[in-house]
């Protein structure tokens, strides 16, 4: 089973800062098959990124993905009152297909 | 629009079944594999089972396997989940994910439904 975990476990930041949220694979991750959620309170998780670097439809540009094998970052340029959320990573490439804990972006 | 609409959860004692569905819209349901997640808040987001577009490839999480079975009715575009002997380990909300493919292979959950909540408890 391939492990995520993602750090850290909350980010306090303010309006117009960068996020960079990382997440970590017990095994490489083949084919880059990572993707990143974004889930607000009260609501299911949203689809932001696919292998590792292509955003969703709708999603805008300041979200960026990148990383392989490993090693994975999510990079929020420049944050907007409604990126304050929590931020699940998931790995596709193999069963058990598995999520990393998530990382919440607070206001500071 | 997609829509995904879980119902079905609720409360129940440990051992008892329960039967979550979920109705799809706003797209060809018989083209995509469809996918069960759950989340605790000690736990997070944790897979429990998926379902090809034709029924063909199916699976379980390891928590679940034995207990839990998973289908689907293309003509009615509805997904299922029976869960039996429940615990109070499978208190969660759960959630209906549509894959982005028609595989059971890739499961890249672009849809969501607002999830069930299902408590077993005595």
């Known amino acids: 089973e391939i492990v995520l975990t993602q750090s850290p476990g909350t980010l306090s930041l303010s309006p117009g800062q960068r996020a960079t949220l990382s997440c970590r694979a017990s095994?490489?991750?083949?084919?880059?098959?990572l993707a990143w959620y974004q889930q607000k309170p009260g609501q299911a998780p949203r689809l932001l990124i696919s292998?590792?670097?292509s955003r969703a439809t709708g999603i805008a540009d300041r979200f960026s993905g990148s990383g392989s094998e490993t090693d994975f970052t999510l990079t929020i340029s420049r944050l907007e009152p409604e990126d304050f959320a929590v931020y699940h990573c998931?790995?596709?490439?193999?069963?058990?297909?598995?999520f990393g804990q998530g990382t919440k972006v607070e206001i500071k | 629009e997609v829509q995904l609409v879980e119902s079905g959860g609720g409360s129940v004692q440990p051992g008892r079944s329960l039967r979550l569905s979920c109705a799809a819209s706003?797209?060809?349901?018989?083209?995509?594999?469809m996918f069960w997640v759950r989340q605790t808040p000690g736990k997070g987001l944790e897979w429990v089972s998926g379902?090809?577009?034709?029924?063909?490839?199916?699976g379980y999480a390891d928590s679940v396997r034995g207990r839990f079975t998973i289908s689907r009715d293309n003509a009615k575009n509805s997904l299922y989940l029976q869960m039996n002997s429940l615990t109070a380990e499978d208190t969660a909300l759960y959630y209906c994910?549509?894959?982005?493919?028609?595989?059971?292979?890739?499961?890249?959950?672009?849809?969501w439904g607002q999830g069930t909540l299902v408590t077993v408890s005595s």
């Open positions: 994910a549509k894959a982005a493919g028609s595989g059971y292979h890739f499961p890249l959950f672009d849809y």
């Open positions: 706003g797209f060809t349901f018989d083209d995509y594999a």
């Open positions: 379902i090809s577009w034709n029924s063909n490839t199916i």
């Open positions: 095994q490489t991750v083949s084919n880059n098959f």
């Open positions: 292998g590792a670097s």
């Open positions: 998931q790995q596709y490439v193999s069963s058990p297909w598995t």
